[in-house]
């Protein structure tokens, strides 16, 4: 079944549709909501937010096409995620967190490096340098959407990223595709 027919179904209230998109979808979104989220317990909370969000806003949705639906969907879920991240960063002591990494990772060691370790040592790129890389390198925003998303100057988040890739060419010298070097 097409997106723009589970789309219609949905919008009539028809829950068996919402099932179906929610299945189809449900794997790639969780895969951005762990992305932001600080553990696999917080990305289903988030996730589950954003599925209701999303459900409601179906209401006025109109479906152009699949590319933008997902989209729309995942910008959802990283707006979630944002939000919760900054809300859990404001109620926690940042020193105490804060775990200094001095050590180069030499690239050799990248070759065995799953998708989640990479991803836990970009988490620990002080914020919002990690917040503002993730959204840039790997989910492709611009710094003027990156801005609005966090509150702040564009260039700002051009400074975060300019800092968080310094770093990660620390940990991967000869990784240049990961940190988006030019």
């Not at 932001?36 to 999303?54: F, G, M, T, V």
């Not at 919002?128 to 609005?148: A, C, D, Q, R, T």
């Not at 890739?165 to 595709?177: D, I, L, N, T």
């Amino acid at each position: 079944m097409t997106d723009q027919q589970l789309i219609k179904g949905c919008q009539q209230g028809k829950a068996k549709y919402q099932k179906m998109l929610l299945e189809k979808h449900a794997a790639s979104l969780m895969s951005v909501a762990r992305r932001y989220s600080q553990c696999e317990e917080d990305a289903k909370d988030h996730l589950q937010e954003a599925w209701i969000r999303i459900f409601k806003a179906l209401d006025n949705y109109e479906y152009h096409s699949e590319p933008l639906l997902r989209g729309w969907m995942r910008k959802i879920v990283v707006n979630i995620c944002l939000k919760k991240y900054q809300k859990n960063k404001r109620r926690q002591n940042l020193s105490a967190n804060i775990i200094p990494i001095d050590t180069v990772v030499k690239t050799t060691v990248l070759d065995q490096m799953t998708v989640d370790e990479i991803l836990k040592l970009i988490e620990r790129l002080p914020y919002p340098s990690n917040v503002v890389f993730k959204l840039s390198v790997i989910e492709g925003y611009k710094h003027k959407e990156i801005s609005e998303m966090l509150g702040m100057a564009e260039s700002t988040s051009r400074v975060h990223l300019t800092n968080a890739r310094a770093k990660m060419k620390k940990y991967f010298p000869e990784f240049k595709e990961l940190i988006n070097y030019k």
